[in-house]
């Protein structure tokens, strides 16, 4: 056997012959793919006020998309200065491909706050 440009050439031989002829051909692989088993949350708005007042409380609602499956989701919030938690860990139910919301409460500091909202899911 033979390598040419790539391809296998088998000796005349060993070859199968066809009345018609191959001009070409390709070999492709598919990947199975593994079916999603719990939820792919996805962020897609969040409502919150510009300016609120020291020691205010006040909700920030996050809009999400489950791309993945039914099961247990979470959110939190971490102020981005102290690295703290500041809102801890929610979990609540999503379902299969759905889309909603949900409000965190949170209080304002002495202070400017930058915080990153997280959502995530429970395998």
């Given at each position: 056997m033979a390598i040419?440009?790539?391809?296998?050439?088998?000796?005349?031989?060993?070859?199968?012959?066809?009345?018609?002829?191959?001009?070409?051909?390709r070999e492709i692989t598919i990947t199975l793919a593994v079916p999603t088993a719990y939820p792919k949350m996805v962020i897609t708005n969040i409502d919150y006020p510009s300016s609120?007042?020291?020691?205010?409380?006040?909700?920030?609602?996050?809009?999400?998309?489950?791309?993945?499956?039914?099961?247990?989701?979470?959110?939190?919030?971490?102020?981005?200065?102290?690295?703290?938690?500041?809102?801890?860990?929610?979990?609540f139910s999503v379902e299969a491909g759905r889309s909603g919301s949900i409000s965190i409460s949170f209080t304002m500091p002495d202070r400017d706050v930058r915080l990153r909202i997280e959502l995530g899911h429970v395998e």
């Amino acid at each position: 056997m033979a390598i040419i440009a790539g391809r296998k050439i088998l000796p005349l031989a060993e070859r199968v012959f066809d009345p018609d002829i191959l001009d070409d051909y390709r070999e492709i692989t598919i990947t199975l793919a593994v079916p999603t088993a719990y939820p792919k949350m996805v962020i897609t708005n969040i409502d919150y006020p510009s300016s609120v007042v020291a020691g205010q409380s006040f909700d920030i609602t996050v809009y999400y998309r489950n791309d993945g499956e039914a099961g247990t989701a979470w959110i939190r919030a971490i102020d981005l200065d102290t690295n703290e938690e500041v809102v801890p860990r929610q979990t609540f139910s999503v379902e299969a491909g759905r889309s909603g919301s949900i409000s965190i409460s949170f209080t304002m500091p002495d202070r400017d706050v930058r915080l990153r909202i997280e959502l995530g899911h429970v395998e």
